[in-house]
């Protein structure tokens, strides 16, 4: 019983050393204090002698360093550069850019709560505000959307000129050079109006201040080129794109056929180095109207006029539209939107080296600079295309499911309407609070990779779900095209986000996981720094200072995924509030997730990167826990608005329930089924006991949808609900207030037809018939019948005749 005693006390040793994560020398202290109390108070039994060898052989050599590195930290270094994978040019530029920001703490796999909510949210200036009432709700109010798309297939040119005018291009430009020099959630808040309006427009304004000339200039360009350049990119004199795609390489750059040569040439009469291009481009956004077309290209020096080297890679330039040789004009046609998309091409085109973005200094750094900037910009323009989206299916969809009525009562309170609203609500609330999130840190002077390749990747995706969830609640109403079909264009442009700024399936496959496990682990990027260094006594010394501690990082991560599975998290401290519980399992699921991606590494080694079914339910992982991160975050926000609380619930169930089901599908498709077995022991000690959503908090949120709630205007924030008579959002809220005050009385007057009081065959009708029986008043008529006219209104389609529909 003694003995049992002792290894009880040992065993409560290892898990609160391991949980707490203490260090080498604090393992040592405790375990030597408890052999001295056991052998003092049990005497020098067999047992006990074995556990002192074991102390003696494991921890002396240990904490005695050069023993330690020798015996130990050398083979695994061997292992190590045996099993890592190589990496190409562009993918080490790529892996290297940006920043790490709260990924990196749940990587950690015991995420600071508290240094979460004490993140600075997001928040407009006066001036920022000032513009939204103004220059954008009027250039709103100018947007006709089946104009735009059926008619004319591009912004009119008022619109042009009015875009050009008020600084749209200059969003994110300095105000020395001309610009606004707005904050990237200004910039996000923006395009998110527009985009519930026109995809067209919010396009065609989101591109030069995304990822294009101007990102470039600001952060690369030469003194020359930003004085030149800037000011008139502000002034909308100049319409900028940037040519990176070409049929042969679109996110592997890697494949680039575009090249340059450098050279001696002739430019306005002179004789001047520079570059002999040769390329083909495509999928260009802006190219048929762009004056100055950003240019990306592999450069090569085979007679050495810049230096030693050849090759000297991937690089940026500004050429303008009048360069002899350039061919633009033609346009794609992508998914029957209008903004302007093009090919570019050019063939042994002459350009002065001057011409590249931050002079010869730059040559060869272009890759590093487009993914510096996609780190930001990743973040803001595709996601809030998305999230425009679905605040106008938030607000839309719930107003039509209460107008719209089968079987004598509104749509959206059958269960079958209340699912896809429920998930309506739920994904943008996701959408808006990543969003929100993502643009404060890069607010803060952030350019996270990471995190961004996640907000673009799932806000896309969610638009795509949103889409398809607003078509089913619509039926005929939505798939009728025209002036009045608020969800058409929007439900056949969803597939265009997720193809472009990183392909989706890449992004999830190769680019979440891939990128964030080296950035975003604690110890993966000093090991393989380690690695990397020439002299191999400095790379021991470095390599095992990481790796010591990422094998303790991994002991005490399988501890504490045991403990918490155990005791279902009740354990961690977390903010008090009603969102406790979500704080403490996403906890969990953290340290389950640095266990589960260390025993992958250490299982697959380099081959991980080729595991893309694996990797891409890793990356899963990460990225719901930071989905849920920014929800929990979001909410706390906004005041704890009890109100919302069933939307963040079922936001935050789902997050949960798919980080289950991720950890569920790596363990059952692990190839080693003891190490698979043990991963399930480990992380659902007490089996899976998540599960989507349940139908009565659906029924809750879906509740909150069909009515004129806080929530509901929360949710659609930022749309533009301006009165309006071309506006048919603001026709929708005047039916749907009206609607719900004519309730009572539609009900008087069924109950009436049904005793056979009164008469009709229409519900007009037997309104009528119901005041002329003096069942209702005049005034209580009058407003059913507005409530009845503009219900007819919101749910009518168009129809057109084959003139007007341009058909011969």
């Excluded at 300095?174 to 904050?183: D, H, I, L, V, Y």
């Excluded at 090569?300 to 006029?305: A, M, V």
């Excluded at 398809?468 to 009728?480: E, P, R, T, V």
């Excluded at 205007?713 to 309006?724: M, Q, V």
């Amino acid at each position: 019983m003694l003995l049992f005693t002792w290894f009880m006390l040992f065993l409560a040793l290892i898990c609160v050393l391991a949980y707490q994560r203490a260090s080498l020398i604090i393992w040592s202290i405790c375990f030597t204090l408890l052999l001295i109390f056991a052998t003092r108070f049990h005497s020098l039994t067999l047992c006990l002698l074995f556990c002192w060898l074991f102390f003696l052989i494991f921890f002396i050599p240990l904490n005695i360093k050069p023993l330690r590195r020798r015996l130990i930290s050398q083979r695994l270094l061997n292992f190590y550069l045996a099993v890592m994978p190589t990496m190409s040019r562009t993918e080490r530029e790529a892996i290297s850019a940006g920043t790490v920001t709260w990924e990196g703490d749940l990587f950690r796999g015991n995420p600071d709560w508290d240094k979460l909510l004490s993140h600075a949210p997001a928040r407009l200036t006066e001036e920022e505000q000032a513009f939204l009432d103004g220059p954008v709700e009027t250039l709103c109010a100018m947007l006709n959307d089946w104009d735009i798309t059926h008619h004319r297939l591009d912004l009119p040119p008022d619109v042009w000129q009015f875009i050009k005018d008020n600084g749209f291009f200059g969003l994110i430009i300095p105000k020395k050079f001309g610009g606004k020099e707005f904050s990237a959630y200004a910039h996000s808040q923006i395009l998110v109006k527009l985009g519930g309006v026109s995809i067209t427009a919010g396009s065609s304004i989101a591109v030069p201040n995304s990822l294009g000339p101007a990102e470039l200039l600001l952060h690369y360009g030469t003194r020359e080129q930003k004085n030149y350049y800037l000011p008139r990119l502000a002034k909308g004199l100049e319409v900028p794109c940037f040519a990176l795609t070409s049929p042969v390489a679109g996110s592997d750059a890697g494949s680039m056929t575009d090249h340059g040569i450098v050279c001696f040439g002739e430019h306005n009469g002179e004789k001047t180095l520079g570059i002999r291009l040769t390329f083909d481009k495509r999928y260009i956004t802006l190219a048929p109207i762009a004056t100055v077309i950003g240019l990306a290209f592999k450069l090569y020096d085979p007679e050495h006029l810049l230096g030693p080297k050849e090759d000297i890679g991937i690089t940026c330039a500004l050429i303008p539209r009048a360069t002899p040789g350039l061919e633009i004009g033609r346009r794609h046609f992508p998914l029957n939107t209008a903004f302007q998309n093009g090919p570019i091409r050019g063939k042994d085109i002459f350009i002065p080296i001057d011409w590249i973005i931050g002079g010869r200094d730059k040559a060869g750094k272009g890759w590093k600079m487009l993914m510096e900037c996609l780190a930001a910009g990743r973040a803001i323009s595709l996601p809030a295309s998305a999230i425009a989206g679905g605040k106008v299916l938030s607000y839309a969809a719930g107003a039509y499911a209460r107008i719209r009525k089968q079987f004598n009562q509104p749509i959206g309170k059958f269960e079958g309407v209340e699912e896809p609203l429920a998930r309506i609500a739920a994904y943008t609330y996701i959408m808006d609070a990543v969003r929100t999130f993502a643009t404060a840190a890069i607010d803060c002077g952030e350019k996270p990779s990471v995190a961004s390749a996640i907000v673009k990747y799932h806000t896309t995706e969610f638009g795509r779900k949103l889409a398809s969830d607003g078509m089913d609640i619509h039926g005929g109403k939505g798939i009728c095209l025209g002036p009045n079909n608020y969800l058409g264009r929007g439900y056949e442009a969803a597939p265009i986000a997720i193809t472009v700024e990183g392909a989706n399936i890449l992004t999830r496959n190769m680019i979440i996981f891939g990128q964030g496990v080296i950035r975003c682990h604690p110890y993966i990027l000093h090991e393989m720094e380690a690695a990397r260094l020439q002299d191999p006594h400095e790379a021991l010394i470095a390599f095992d200072n990481a790796v010591m501690k990422h094998i303790a990082f991994g002991i005490s991560n399988a501890v504490r995924s045991f403990i918490l599975g155990i005791t279902s998290s009740f354990i961690v401290k977390a903010p008090k509030g009603k969102m406790k519980r979500y704080y403490q399992q996403a906890t969990r699921f953290s340290s389950a997730f640095a266990l589960i991606a260390d025993v992958c590494m250490l299982v697959f080694g380099g081959s991980l990167k080729r595991k893309e079914s694996i990797s891409s339910r890793l990356g899963d992982i990460l990225s719901y826990l930071y989905l849920l991160s920014a929800v929990l975050k979001f909410f706390r926000d906004q005041g704890d608005k009890l109100e919302d609380l069933p939307i963040v619930r079922y936001a935050s169930l789902y997050c949960l329930f798919e980080m289950q089901e991720r950890f569920h599908e790596i363990i059952q498709n692990f190839p080693n089924r003891p190490i698979a077995f043990l991963l399930k022991i480990l992380i659902f000690p007490l089996g899976e006991r998540f599960s989507k959503p349940r139908d009565a908090i659906a029924h809750k949120v879906a509740q909150l949808l069909i009515s004129p709630t806080g929530t509901r205007e929360r949710l659609s924030a930022g749309a533009y609900l301006t009165e309006h008579p071309d506006n048919i959002l603001s026709h929708l809220q005047d039916a749907l207030v009206k609607t719900i005050a004519a309730e009572p009385i539609e009900k008087i007057i069924r109950t009436a037809k049904k005793e056979g009081i009164v008469t009709g065959y229409s519900i007009a009708e037997q309104a009528q018939s119901a005041r002329e029986n003096q069942i209702i008043s005049e005034q209580e008529l009058n407003l059913f019948m507005q409530a009845y006219e503009a219900r007819k209104k919101v749910i009518a389609v168009d129809d057109f005749s084959n003139e007007e529909l341009g058909v011969a």
